[in-house]
């Protein structure tokens, strides 16, 4: 049932883009339109909707907060992410107003279900992003839109993870078309730079000899650092959540802006630090001032792990290894740049002789608070 592959979590890494296209499959029409079936939700109500919270831990925040960065962006739409553990001991506030989007890849973690059950009670509406059919709180909800990334066996998410992205970003073109906040041909070509991920993830995991070799020689590493900016920044966090996870090593997610804020104290000789670098076509200026924070970190004696996009010249001369990935349009680079992040853990994982599929003291749905 592994179809050849060592364990569970290589398959699924490499079912991704297979989760990604099955995610976006009969989604949208010809013309741009989404189509989603299952939105259970009055037009008219998502319309007054005034603020989105999203609700979910771990991995599935992660997929949260690149959803906060697209939502916002296309639809002005306020949008707060939150663990579901916090959310509901803090007295938030919730109203007939308020959309929750709640992502699970299980749809049975406890936390998540008791924070979505508290905010229904408020009156809030609620949308279920979720991979398995029929679990508990795609039931509870309003809504649903299901990914459909399979089911995923190995402890640590990965498919799911891409195929949660997905259906954000496909949540996020739906309430811009309805709300009026995207003309149909914007969300045209984004749909269209989505149904080219598929193939460009496949790009990546057909180059994948270089990172696993380069995971394979830091077996003996005791602590990594990652990081990343404005979509990057969550996917930093994923990269040094899936390392902990499998490899058992300390591992932390910065924003990179953060780094003279404090971190920056910790780069010694040696230090690995992984930067998801933003495509140079990006935002603003955060290009050249991630590339910055590269210099800064190696004039300390790091050693810096660069994931940039391709044709990004300007970073080979700062970095001790370069990984490239194709280019894409930058709201959307997570669905690349987290793949070598994961390849890179599991094969570092796997070199420690460690069983990536089922991680020590972790359970693969959390159903108890
Ligand atoms: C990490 C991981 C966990 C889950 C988290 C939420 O690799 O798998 O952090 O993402 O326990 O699980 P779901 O998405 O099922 O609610």
Same mark, same amino acid.
């Given at each position: ?52 919270? *999203? ?214 000789? &040696?230090?690995? *630090? /992984? ?18 924070? /590269? ?15 391709? &044709? ?43 069983? *990536? ?13």
């Amino acid at each position: 049932e592994k179809d050849g592959y060592p364990s569970f979590m290589e398959k699924e890494i490499n079912e991704q883009p297979e989760a990604v296209a099955a995610t976006l499959l009969g989604r949208s029409d010809i013309d741009g339109k989404l189509i989603l079936d299952e939105m259970r939700i009055d037009a008219d109500v998502l319309k007054t909707i005034n603020k989105i919270i *999203v609700l979910a831990c771990g991995t599935s925040a992660y997929a949260g907060q690149v959803a906060k960065y697209a939502i916002e962006h296309w639809c002005r739409i306020p949008t707060e992410v939150e663990l579901s553990h916090e959310f509901r001991y803090r007295d938030p506030i919730v109203d007939d107003k308020t959309l929750i989007v709640s992502l699970s890849q299980s749809g049975e973690t406890m936390d998540t279900l008791m924070a979505v059950r508290y905010a229904r009670e408020q009156g809030a509406k609620t949308i279920a992003i979720c991979n398995t059919n029929g679990s508990t709180i795609p039931r509870e909800s309003d809504a649903v839109l299901y990914t459909h990334a399979g089911p995923e066996i190995a402890v640590a998410s990965t498919k799911a993870f891409l195929a949660q992205i997905t259906a954000a970003y496909l949540l996020g073109l739906y309430l811009a078309q309805l709300r009026g906040n995207l003309f149909q041909g914007q969300i045209k070509d984004i749909l269209a730079d989505l149904g080219k991920m598929p193939a460009k993830i496949a790009t990546i995991l057909d180059n994948s000899e270089q990172i696993k070799e380069l995971a394979r020689s830091m077996a003996d590493t005791r602590s990594v650092l990652f990081l990343g900016r404005h979509v990057g920044y969550p996917v930093a966090m994923e990269g040094a959540l899936k390392l902990k996870e499998l490899a058992y090593i300390h591992a932390e997610g910065f924003a990179a802006g953060e780094l003279k804020h404090g971190p920056i104290a910790l780069i010694e000789e &040696g230090q690995p *630090v /992984i930067v998801v670098v933003p495509s140079p076509r990006g935002r603003d200026s955060l290009h050249s001032k991630v590339v910055s924070n /590269i210099q800064e970190v190696r004039a300390r004696g790091a050693m810096t792990i660069v994931i940039a996009e391709e &044709g990004d010249e300007s970073v080979r001369e700062y970095a001790e290894h370069v990984f490239y990935i194709p280019e894409t349009t930058p709201l959307l680079a997570p669905l690349l740049t987290t793949v070598p992040l994961q390849l890179f853990a599991c094969a570092l994982a796997t070199a420690k002789g460690f069983d *990536v599929d089922q991680p020590r003291n972790l359970a693969k749905s959390v159903t108890v608070e």
